[in-house]
């Protein structure tokens, strides 16, 4: 079964530094998902991505956060500069847009910030 | 504002027990999906139930979407040990255009006990 890979599983980093979060869709998806979760707490919305473009931003989404998807297969979110808050698990998703269907998780990055 | 509220936050119960979570929300829905969430893990879709469905079966389980109660739940019959993790309800808004983001409740925690 198809599957979305995320890379790495685990990242630890100093506040300030900028993470770069990978994520592999799958093939044929169309829409790609940005959520992260913090420990103990909702799964929360940060970007969704359709034709190769930011569809909608949530207000987490803030200027310190960007997506990309440099080649056609990757996507990847980058976070600046890194705060003490942004440790949690940080899920990519894609779907094929149909509503019908569901959406297929990636196993998760979790970003320590110390 | 908050979408998905799951009731109840937790739930332990005997193995071959049935196990029943419900969820709320306080949109126009296009459909309502379930996943399931191992501890520290990624999250799994379950099963989706679009707005015009009542009720869904997938195996041992067994979804009831109730619109104008803004309501679900989810059943899953005859529960193992290995269907202890967090259950989370999450809803695509209606009219949801392009960004078919999903909002997420709060999750139930449910332990079956061998």
């Known amino acids: 079964e198809p599957e979305v890979t995320q890379t790495p599983s685990h990242q630890v980093t100093q506040m300030g530094q900028e993470v770069i979060l990978r994520c592999v869709p799958i093939?044929?998806?169309?829409?790609f998902y940005w959520y992260r979760q913090i420990l103990g707490q909702k799964v929360e919305f940060l970007v969704s991505f359709y034709n190769n473009e930011i569809s909608e931003k949530s207000e987490i989404f803030d200027d310190q956060f960007s997506v990309e998807r440099p080649d056609g297969s990757n996507f990847t979110l980058k976070i600046r500069s890194t705060k003490l808050e942004d440790s949690a698990m940080y899920f990519c998703a894609s779907s094929d847009g149909g509503y019908g269907y569901g959406y297929t998780f990636g196993s998760g990055t979790r970003l320590t910030v110390v | 504002s908050q979408q998905g509220e799951e009731d109840p936050q937790a739930l332990s119960i005997q193995e071959g027990e049935n196990a029943t979570m419900n969820c709320s929300y306080k949109?126009?829905?296009?459909?309502l999906q379930w996943y399931r969430q191992n501890s520290g893990r990624g999250l799994v879709h379950l099963i989706l139930?679009?707005?015009n469905e009542r009720e869904k079966h997938s195996g041992r389980l067994r979804v009831t979407l109730d619109t104008s109660k803004k309501s679900s739940s989810l059943l899953i019959t005859a529960s193992r040990a290995a269907d202890t993790a967090s259950y989370f309800c999450a809803t695509v808004p209606y009219n949801a255009g392009n960004n078919r983001k999903l909002i997420w409740g709060l999750g139930t925690s449910l332990a079956v006990n061998p």
């Open positions: 949109t126009s829905i296009n459909n």
């Open positions: 139930i679009r707005s």
């Open positions: 093939s044929n998806h169309l829409y």
